[in-house]
């Protein structure tokens, strides 16, 4: 109570946060965060802080309109911290992960409009991640201008790892397979010119690359538990020819691993 008293204190006095307000506002931030993680299991902060609405008052701080002395880096460091807390808050706690869902339109205007701060972006869709995580109910219910941002993310700002990450949630893993989210997700992929164009640039080349590693893996779970649609989509996509001439020609073994994913999703193991 007293360190959201004290953020309280310190935006109701003042629009604007000079270099030593900066530095208060994110230590208390992080202090809250690293309550949440001090406990096995996380649920006892995390039901603590549900019970006071904190989670509420963390996002009523993202919504303020504020300065800082050190002009949008001081801005991205407040909201990389809040967003940080978020992340935890909702971490494997589906009451907490609903309720910050009802936030997410907001978020991801977010993702777009601090796209040039350094690190912003990434922290909120690590958020988004972690809101979406493991969570059947929300996944289903997903729509595509949810995943629209990140598909824009992919085409203007591409080749971040943490973005394909997002879609892999949302299709979910470990045999929890969400079909109408493999569809969908391949859907805007190829649909898209600009990150069809970047598709087109990835497949077949075999240098190390997580980016590239992670797309093609992102494509075969695309097309994971038998969905033919998606399989279809993916062979005309990439070859098997070109499946077995980098399995072939590559040393590295993560390439392998993902090529080798991709033909036992597209082309064995199908519907």
């Not at 506002?25 to 039901?47: H, K, M, R, W």
């Not at 109408?180 to 080349?205: A, K, P």
């Not at 098997?240 to 064995?268: G, H, P, Q, W």
């Amino acid at each position: 109570k007293n360190l959201m008293f004290q953020l309280g204190n310190i935006f109701s006095s003042a629009d604007h946060l000079d270099d030593s307000k900066l530095e208060e506002v994110v230590e208390l931030i992080s202090e809250l965060t690293t309550y949440i993680y001090s406990f096995d299991g996380y649920q006892y902060a995390q039901d603590l802080f549900y019970n006071m609405f904190i989670y509420e008052q963390i996002i009523e701080i993202i919504r303020h309109p504020f300065y800082t002395d050190k002009g949008d880096e001081g801005i991205a460091m407040i909201i990389i911290a809040c967003y940080e807390f978020l992340e935890a808050f909702v971490q494997d706690n589906s009451r907490n992960q609903e309720v910050i869902a009802e936030h997410i339109g907001f978020m991801l205007h977010q993702i777009l409009y601090h796209k040039d701060l350094h690190g912003v972006s990434n922290q909120i869709t690590s958020c988004v991640i972690e809101i979406y995580k493991d969570n059947v109910n929300l996944c289903s219910g997903i729509s595509d201008s949810i995943l629209q941002p990140f598909i824009t993310m992919l085409s203007e700002h591409g080749r971040s790892t943490i973005f394909l990450d997002f879609f892999r949630t949302i299709i979910g893993e470990n045999g929890n397979i969400l079909k109408q989210n493999q569809n969908r997700v391949l859907n805007l992929l190829v649909s898209d010119n600009h990150t069809r164009m970047l598709l087109n640039f990835e497949i077949g080349v075999i240098d190390d690359d997580s980016y590239r590693v992670g797309l093609i893996d992102l494509l075969a779970l695309c097309a994971e538990g038998k969905n033919y649609y998606t399989e279809v989509s993916c062979q005309k996509m990439i070859s098997l020819e070109t499946c077995l001439s980098v399995c072939m020609e590559a040393d590295n073994l993560r390439i392998k691993s993902a090529y080798a994913f991709f033909i036992d999703e597209v082309y064995l193991n199908t519907e």
